[in-house]
């Protein structure tokens, strides 16, 4: 008589924890995605601009003369 009385509390106490993972999963796919967005550069000083033109023209410069073996060490 115990038997079928306890079969249908552990039938219920699952059914109510299935139920409460339904709950859960709704929930969590109801929120939506947060996509965090870098914020905008800030543009380039015109100096620091000119100062990075210049770097890279004399990194050419080195790099020619690396090329045509006239680059002497320091």
Known sequence: MTAPLLNTIFEFVDFVFDLSESVDRTKQLSKPDIVEVP???????????????????????RAARAASGTDQAA
């Not at 000083?45 to 023209?57: G, S, W």
């Open 39 to 61: 914020p905008d550069p800030k543009p380039v000083p015109l100096a620091a601009r000119r100062a990075l033109a210049e770097a890279e023209e004399r990194e050419r410069a």
